[in-house]
């Protein structure tokens, strides 16, 4: 597998070109090895970082650091979820659980963003689960009433209503919740790396090869170098199954993504000078899509079992033409060219919807699978997973070790064919809304 950065997001455009990238060119020794810094490796590099300041602790990237998963997703920061994965979650008890995760996600994101004053576009202003088809309501209905039970704010609108808030006609019934966040990935991921702690040794582009325990050490191949540790963190998400970490508990799953040109006034003006706002589909497989803080409006409606990860530019203008009709399809009178860019991105997945955090030998650690809920579940996992090697232990853990562990998954090729099966199902079910 080869991991390669790209200039297709729009997210990652948006920031300033780092300087200074390293790349493992030797063999190393340290107390600490993080792979994977995206959300996770980052957030438990900073708390390792401050637990252990006279260690050596490194922090290793198949890529460019924050540029894989955590910049390319839409920017949700969730307080509920609706679709959480291919198994629907009925006990309000278990639905609690996950909540408290979200919670506690949001916490440490933003006690993140005000540490440090990071500006990431930050916009608590809800989220919407919308559909173009009115026989969905009986769907928010009853999940208006789970919000309830629970203690959520929220309100079912109208297509006049929304006709209001989003500037389109093509929503005919949604649910409202006022707890989502609405952020910059791109600007936030970059934040997590520009504050890492001194102390912090992070190598990027250097791919592990592989590893291995050897007695009390954990040994890691790279292309141009051996790193041997006391203690080893996996935070590589959507490629811990590539790495042979839980591989009968996660399966990775390939989105796709467009994103508009700043719309001018005139556009603006056409669609009600709509303020910022953010859309999760009330099927699986329909759109995400949202207007974001500068005007753009941004699309994600595909979902396959793809290899390799990274799509050719040949079949990511293929999916980029969905994301055109879903757009011309809530806003007809949009140009035709008005996608700047497309882009390709890995969620994981695990079969109950749940994640991966836990010991998996005595100096050995992993956390990830965050079933598209990983900016503040991935922050969340990668301070505590920090922390549980650490062999401390806080609330936060005990609310995380309390969630229903992730279910075991049959071997290829019986899981692929499964995932496509379903995937093709949903997509049946959602067509009229992508």
Request: with cysteine.
């Amino acid at each position: 597998m080869q991991v390669i950065n790209d200039n297709e997001c729009s997210w990652i455009n948006d920031l300033n070109p780092r300087s200074n990238i390293k790349k493992l060119k030797k063999n190393e020794e340290c107390e600490w090895l993080i792979i994977g810094a995206g959300y996770t490796g980052l957030s438990a590099a900073r708390k390792l970082g401050q637990l252990f300041y006279n260690q050596k602790i490194l922090l290793v990237d198949a890529q460019l650091a924050g540029e894989g998963a955590s910049a390319r997703n839409s920017g949700y920061l969730v307080d509920t979820t609706l679709n959480d994965g291919f198994t629907s979650n009925k006990e309000l008890d278990n639905y609690k659980k996950k909540t408290d995760i979200y919670k506690l996600g949001i916490e440490t994101v933003k006690r993140f963003v005000k540490e440090y004053q990071v500006d990431c576009d930050w916009n608590e202003c809800g989220k919407y689960f919308a559909s173009s088809k009115l026989e969905d309501k009986k769907i928010l209905e009853k999940f208006s009433n789970t919000l309830s039970k629970l203690g959520f704010e929220h309100n079912i609108l109208s297509k006049e209503e929304l006709k209001k808030r989003l500037g389109t006609n093509f929503y005919n019934i949604a649910l409202y919740t006022n707890g989502g966040i609405l952020l910059h990935p791109g600007k936030l991921v970059r934040a997590m790396i520009d504050t890492l702690p001194e102390n912090i040794n992070l190598y990027e582009n250097t791919l592990l090869l592989n590893w291995e325990k050897v007695n009390d050490k954990v040994i890691c191949k790279f292309k141009d170098g051996l790193i041997k540790t006391k203690n080893i963190i996996f935070a590589t998400n959507g490629f811990l199954k590539t790495l042979g970490i839980k591989s009968n508990y996660n399966f990775p799953i390939t989105l796709t993504a467009s994103m508009t040109r700043s719309l001018s006034d005139e556009e603006f003006i056409s669609l009600g000078e709509a303020k910022e706002w953010g859309v999760l589909p009330v099927r699986p497989m329909g759109a995400t899509i949202r207007m974001t803080k500068d005007r753009r409006i941004l699309i994600r409606n595909t979902a396959e079992v793809y290899n390799p990860y990274q799509m050719s530019k040949s079949e990511l203008t293929k999916r980029s033409l969905k994301q055109k009709i879903g757009i011309k399809k809530r806003f007809p009178q949009l140009p035709n060219d008005i996608i700047q860019s497309s882009w390709s991105g890995i969620v994981s997945r695990t079969r109950n919807s749940s994640q991966i955090f836990e010991k998996i030998d005595e100096n050995i650690f992993v956390a990830g699978c965050y079933n598209g809920s990983g900016i503040g579940v991935g922050t969340l996992f990668g301070e505590q997973i920090a922390i549980k090697a650490s062999n401390e232990n806080t609330k936060e853990i005990e609310i995380i070790e309390a969630r229903n562990e992730p279910t075991w998954l049959p071997p290829d090729p019986f899981l692929s064919l499964g995932v496509r099966a379903r995937l093709f199902y949903e997509r049946l079910r959602a067509r009229s809304e992508i």
